[in-house]
């Protein structure tokens, strides 16, 4: 039985199979084709606008961007994103460092914050939950919430903060290492990879485009890896899109 099968298979007629020249010339000049860029260009801010930091807290320096960490703030990027896969690379210099990236963020702070409405994918040092006496869950790469955005389902919803969702795995590297984060945003929904294994999502149902927030919060960080792959679009309302500011 399985000789006449392989011999019917071998008398269907043959189609043209396309080689890598092929797929090359079918799709170049296709912009609607994904594709890494930088949004982090390695050597300047291109692309980025202060949103209530200083000109002193973000600067690039053999390639890397830069941050102290004052005053605590964001800066944003010029545009909006929809759909998207980031892909980070950073690392604290110093110990119990805190800062993390906002995604499908508003452009302004919330209120009286320093931080704007959207969702935060979280950095934190190891150390730091030693030094604030915390559950070392903190630390994994947590994601939520911020600044007033409701309906969020997490994931692995946390015990320890309620509208947080943790990391399945501790993966974190520690001072002075590098740690890689990749995080796939698509139709309100956000998935976190870090070091090589996706560990943790979170979704949002009144939220899927906005800014990208890099964040300044009281701890020296350092970026070498800021690259996005765009994503078509999905179905979205105004409702679902955060508001635009000029400039």
């Known amino acids: 039985m399985a000789s006449a099968l392989v011999t019917g298979i071998n008398r269907l007629p043959l189609t043209h199979a396309s080689t890598p020249d092929d797929d090359r010339a079918l799709f170049e000049g296709d912009e609607t084709v994904p594709g890494f860029r930088k949004l982090f260009n390695g050597r300047d801010l291109s692309g980025f606008v202060d949103v209530n930091t200083s000109e002193e807290t973000w600067w690039v320096e053999d390639g890397l961007l830069k941050c102290t960490g004052h005053p605590?703030?964001?800066?944003?990027?010029?545009?909006?994103?929809?759909?998207?896969?980031?892909?980070?690379?950073?690392?604290?210099?110093?110990?119990?460092?805190?800062?993390?990236?906002?995604?499908?963020?508003?452009?302004?702070?919330?209120?009286?914050?320093?931080?704007?409405?959207?969702?935060e994918v979280q950095m934190l040092d190891p150390q730091w939950a030693v030094i604030h006496d915390r559950p070392e869950e903190y630390v994994h790469g947590h994601l939520f919430p911020v600044m007033g955005l409701e309906g969020t389902t997490p994931d692995n919803p946390s015990e320890v903060v309620e509208g947080r969702s943790y990391a399945l795995e501790n993966r974190m590297n520690g001072t002075r290492q590098w740690n890689r984060y990749v995080v796939v945003c698509v139709d309100g929904t956000l998935k976190l990879s870090v070091n090589g294994r996706f560990v943790n999502g979170i979704r949002s149902p009144k939220r899927k485009k906005g800014y990208i927030c890099p964040e300044s919060e009281g701890a020296e960080i350092h970026f070498r890896r800021m690259d996005i792959m765009e994503l078509p679009g999905g179905v979205i309302t105004p409702g679902q899109i955060a508001p635009v500011v000029a400039g």
């Open 72 to 119: 605590i703030g964001v800066m944003r990027t010029e545009k909006q994103y929809e759909n998207f896969i980031l892909d980070i690379e950073w690392r604290f210099m110093e110990a119990g460092g805190n800062s993390g990236v906002f995604v499908w963020a508003d452009g302004e702070p919330h209120e009286d914050t320093p931080f704007p409405t959207g969702m």
